[in-house]
């Protein structure tokens, strides 16, 4: 059941291309525009980047990382459960599991000062295994040992690729990923292709992401990843969260065919204001696929108002990345539409003050 939109004025903000000059000084959608190019450098970067004689292949890895410097190691380790044999882990934490002389151990931050990132690693010092940190900068490009460095004056959210490619090209040269250029080519091109479909310059009637936006605002969305496409679910909710500032959840297919459809029924007044994002990709797991077509009839028969997107994509790392580009390009829209800076991170600087 997909719930249509009665507000003309929404559009109309969405097609209002001053109004996009006022909110978003910093350029937001500009950074999401040139996804696919960010991805280009950042493999270069890390694909070409020199293994020290020191390593050797690991038979597990650790990324340490939170918010948008995290989300490059949650989708290696999603795409590493379906190619690859050795696992990834990803910490969102201030401590790492105990490694052994085989573990390799990524530290990935943007800023490079990121206060949970920064104490996991330190600890991690003291423990056997291979050491590797990704930043953009601040206090882990003083880590003495092996480094990569990039330059990024955005958000984290936006450096996207940066927190993806350069430890993709990195465990690709490693052997742990078999992931090459072309297969790199193809996802750019995907990227590429969402700017143009999706970019300002299209009008709302002709886009799909200005339209999913307007269906999503003023309303509580529940974006439901099916398979590999968890990853791209949390990146939804999160994006949603940072730059349109409005409250989002995610789960996972199969996951809450087992729990949440449990209490389809209640409460009635949450009910109301839900909007539930399904997720689906063209080469997810058969068996996942029907699940999201009888999800989406049992919140029908609910009255929950609900919609279905399939990201297409021959790979399970194209999948995932066309899938969070468009939920980047919606919650880009979805500020836009809520008023505010989609770059604005008051909130969480008051809360850094805060915590120290």
């Given at each position: 059941?997909?719930?249509?939109?009665?507000?003309?004025?929404?559009?109309?903000?969405?097609?209002?291309?001053?109004?996009?000059?006022?909110?978003?000084?910093?350029?937001?959608?500009?950074?999401?525009?040139?996804?696919?190019?960010?991805?280009?450098?950042?493999?270069?970067?890390?694909?070409?980047?020199?293994?020290?004689?020191?390593?050797?292949?690991?038979?597990?890895?650790?990324?340490?990382?939170?918010?948008?410097?995290?989300?490059?190691?949650?989708?290696?380790?999603?795409?590493?459960?379906?190619?690859?044999?050795?696992?990834?882990?990803?910490?969102?934490?201030?401590?790492?599991?105990?490694?052994?002389?085989?573990?390799?151990?990524?530290?990935?931050?943007?800023?490079?000062?990121?206060?949970?990132?920064?104490?996991?690693?330190?600890?991690?010092?003291?423990?056997?295994?291979?050491?590797?940190?990704?930043?953009?900068?601040?206090?882990?490009?003083?880590?003495?040992?092996?480094?990569?460095?990039?330059?990024?004056?955005?958000?984290?959210?936006?450096?996207?690729?940066?927190?993806?490619?350069?430890?993709?090209?990195?465990?690709?040269?490693?052997?742990?990923?078999?992931?090459?250029?072309?297969?790199?080519?193809?996802?750019?091109?995907?990227?590429?292709?969402?700017?143009?479909?999706?970019?300002?310059?299209?009008?709302?009637?002709?886009?799909?992401?200005?339209?999913?936006?307007?269906?999503?605002?003023?309303?509580?969305?529940?974006?439901?990843?099916?398979?590999?496409?968890?990853?791209?679910?949390?990146r939804w909710a999160g994006q949603l969260q940072e730059n349109a500032k409005q409250w989002a959840?995610?789960?996972?297919?199969?996951?809450?065919?087992?729990?949440?459809?449990?209490?389809?029924?209640?409460?009635?007044?949450?009910?109301?204001?839900?909007?539930?994002?399904?997720?689906?990709?063209?080469?997810?797991?058969?068996?996942?696929?029907?699940?999201?077509?009888?999800?989406?009839?049992?919140?029908?028969?609910?009255?929950?108002?609900?919609?279905?997107?399939?990201?297409?994509?021959?790979?399970?790392?194209?999948?995932?990345?066309?899938?969070?580009?468009?939920?980047?390009?919606?919650?880009?829209?979805?500020?836009?539409?809520?008023?505010?800076?989609?770059?604005?991170?008051?909130?969480?600087?008051?809360?850094?003050?805060?915590?120290?």
């Amino acid at each position: 059941m997909i719930r249509k939109s009665t507000s003309p004025s929404a559009e109309e903000s969405l097609d209002d291309l001053t109004l996009f000059a006022r909110l978003d000084q910093d350029e937001m959608g500009n950074q999401i525009a040139k996804l696919g190019d960010q991805i280009r450098d950042a493999w270069v970067v890390g694909k070409g980047w020199e293994i020290p004689t020191s390593f050797q292949t690991p038979d597990r890895v650790i990324v340490v990382g939170v918010g948008g410097s995290a989300i490059g190691g949650d989708i290696v380790s999603m795409i590493a459960r379906t190619i690859s044999r050795v696992p990834v882990d990803v910490v969102r934490n201030y401590l790492v599991p105990q490694a052994g002389p085989r573990t390799l151990i990524v530290a990935c931050s943007v800023s490079g000062d990121t206060e949970e990132t920064l104490t996991a690693f330190e600890t991690a010092h003291h423990q056997k295994g291979m050491k590797l940190a990704i930043t953009g900068g601040g206090q882990l490009a003083t880590f003495d040992g092996p480094l990569i460095t990039y330059s990024w004056e955005g958000h984290p959210r936006s450096a996207f690729g940066w927190g993806l490619m350069p430890l993709v090209g990195v465990l690709s040269t490693l052997k742990i990923l078999p992931i090459s250029d072309t297969d790199i080519e193809i996802a750019a091109k995907a990227l590429d292709a969402n700017a143009t479909s999706y970019g300002i310059d299209v009008p709302t009637e002709f886009n799909s992401a200005k339209q999913l936006a307007i269906r999503l605002h003023g309303r509580l969305p529940f974006i439901v990843g099916a398979d590999f496409l968890e990853v791209a679910a949390r990146r939804w909710a999160g994006q949603l969260q940072e730059n349109a500032k409005q409250w989002a959840f995610f789960g996972a297919i199969p996951e809450i065919n087992h729990n949440l459809l449990n209490v389809l029924g209640l409460p009635q007044a949450g009910l109301e204001q839900l909007e539930v994002v399904l997720l689906d990709a063209e080469i997810a797991h058969e068996r996942n696929r029907r699940r999201v077509e009888l999800t989406s009839t049992m919140l029908d028969e609910a009255g929950i108002a609900n919609s279905t997107e399939i990201s297409s994509g021959a790979s399970t790392l194209e999948s995932i990345l066309r899938a969070c580009s468009l939920g980047d390009w919606i919650s880009y829209y979805s500020a836009i539409l809520n008023g505010v800076d989609p770059s604005d991170t008051k909130s969480i600087e008051t809360f850094k003050q805060r915590v120290r």
